[in-house]
């Protein structure tokens, strides 16, 4: 023990501290003999441990780990949801499944062509053809043109630099592997120029500075721009940001959400749904307007976008990018064209449109049925309504309905149809049915796609016209893919039952992002068996892409082109008798005289 005076230490028994003389109170030493005692004693003696502070937070933060996930996972299966949010995140669900699966199909594709659109890039592009024709009776006319045809080919080459806005272009028919008629087009952001080999051997350019100069030489009042300014814009520059996008889904969204009420959304919870053999449990969802509420929210809806300065801002922007890009201005007749203009005349335009809408009725009002998975994704939808105009008694009824199936064989069927009626006039019908069935096999795809037109008028049912096409894909997931399709075109004529026509379509295309090239093919053939013991008519298109460092382009000025606004009148006769003797030998060497 220690004397509560001084601090000193203190031998059992002691009554007076040796140090500073203080007596020793007998209950602080027995309070400092209790308080040294419980070392002694055994463990059955002794308090209950007190818990750890560290291992109560880690308990606290597990607990509140699994609530949250929990209240995410409730809100993700809809547990928590109004009928209105269920409605409009099975809306979004869906469309977002789409998304990924158009990415998952052509991602590879947009991302080269987003490099394309922010790089220097050369592609080359051959178009041909092949006639198999064989006639009852030798036909000298339709042999030449075969024999033509089978040996003609057109090629296009492209150089372009969207970074400094430089291009260069050549378009070439060959007959033979020969270069038969040619032209050359380059454009900087000094120079346009032209350049027809088999009419002339030089280029005719001008600057872009001279522009007014060039035009006063054909009209003398011309009074538009003095100048062609080629204005650098990027892929980055158009595209919208991240933030554009926000903004936008955040405006959007809200307004739906305010604009379409609770009341007009009903939760009929489980249904069955039966297709094709295949049976589901599935939620059905029911929205519904009267007529009165419908046009509300037409009116509400054009109005929301005509007073949406941020998106008439938007596109107006890249508007006049592109037009800057491309000089556009020119075909505006000297008008000015900046955002601001663009942006009032969009805002007029729609504020025109908002106009017409609010005379739109909807005589039977607006329903949409839906059915969802456990995903939130849509099995089958149904929308009925009818539009018509104010103070007329004519509406046309309108009934889509699409579905998405995924059936037990592991095949997915899929299908929209369109209905189009007269109000009162049950036997006028236009339909449109388009169904697609696919099926998944290892690293392939098949899809069994039809197109479907019929009219209906008094009764009677015809299919004016049918689209039938049967496609498997190779090579999926992979920037190497081919895809084999087979066609037939019918018109369900009673005369006739033999389809109008048939033929093949084969693609191929290998993209490589990392060496940053991309090459597609397409082998169309027609079938013309009909007009010709088998007989074919066939064409091919090629397109190699690169990027690549710079574009290379011809030098202008010199003897290698001829500005035109310096020609005189001298010039430019001898430069026309020497095209008219140029054009005269050519029609000569394709025995037109």
Known sequence: MVCKNCGAALKQGTSVCP????????????????????????????????????????????????????????FGMGLFMSDKQRFLYAEYKTFEQLSDEFQDKYGEDLAFNELTLSNPSRSEVTLSGMLNMEAATYDPEL??????????????????????????????????Q??????????????????????????????????GEFMR??????????????????????????AEQEALQSRYSTFFMDSLKDEYFVDNGKVDYEYSGTNLS????????????????????????????????????????????????????????NVQTFQADIKEALEELQAEAENLQYPNGFTSTILVDNSNIIISRQINTAISMENTNEAGNLFVETRNVQLDNNEVDRATVVTLAPEGQQDAELNVAYTNLIG??????????????????????????????????????????????????MSNDISSMEPLLTG??????????????????????????????????????????????????????????????????????????????????????????
């Open 504 to 593: 093949t379509l084969n693609q191929e295309k290998d993209i490589n992002l990392k060496d940053e090239a991309a090459s597609y093919k397409y082998d169309f053939t027609i079938d013309l068996n009909e007009q010709f013991e088998n007989g074919s008519l066939s064409f091919v298109l090629e397109s190699d892409s690169t990027i690549i460092e710079s574009v290379s382009l011809p030098t202008l000025d010199g003897d290698a082109g001829i500005n035109v606004v310096e020609l005189t009148e001298f010039d430019m006769m001898q430069i026309a008798e020497d095209i008219e003797m140029r054009l005269g030998q050519l029609m000569f060497e394709l025995g037109l005289f």
């Open 282 to 337: 599935l939620r059905e969802l029911v929205m519904e307007l009267s007529p009165e509420e419908a046009s509300a929210f037409t009116n509400e809806f054009f109005g929301f976008v005509a007073a949406d300065d941020e998106l008439h801002q938007l596109i107006a922007e890249r508007a006049v990018m592109v037009a800057d890009a491309q000089t556009l201005e020119l075909a505006l007749d000297g008008e000015e064209f």
């Open 217 to 242: 030489m054909f009209d003398p009042f011309y009074d538009g721009p003095e100048s062609l300014e080629a204005v650098q814009y990027s892929w980055e520059d158009l595209k919208l940001s991240e």
């Open 19 to 74: 140090s500073c003389g203080t007596e020793v109170d007998e209950t602080a030493a027995a309070v400092a003999v209790e308080y040294e005692e419980p070392k002694h004693r055994t463990p059955s003696e002794t308090e209950p441990p007190k818990k750890s502070k560290k291992k109560m937070i880690i308990i606290a933060s597990s607990v509140a780990v699994l609530l949250i996930g929990f209240v995410a996972l409730a």
């Open 440 to 489: 998944a096999g290892d690293g392939s795809r098949t899809e069994d796609m039809t197109l479907n037109v019929s009219l209906s008028e008094y009764g009677t049912t015809s299919e004016p016209f049918s689209l039938s096409m049967q496609s498997e894909f190779f090579g999926l997931g992979t920037g190497d893919q081919q895809v084999e399709r087979s066609f037939a075109v």
């Open 178 to 211: 020969a270069d038969a008629l040619t032209m050359e087009m380059a454009q900087s952001n000094e120079q346009i120029g032209l350049k027809i080999p088999f009419l002339y051997d030089e280029y005719f350019y001008i600057n872009l500075d001279q522009y």
């Open 143 to 176: 042999d030449m043109i075969q024999s033509i045809l089978n040996s003609s080919s057109i090629t296009m080459t492209q150089e372009m630099d969207p970074t400094v806005n430089q291009a260069f272009y050549e378009l070439g028919l060959n007959i033979q």
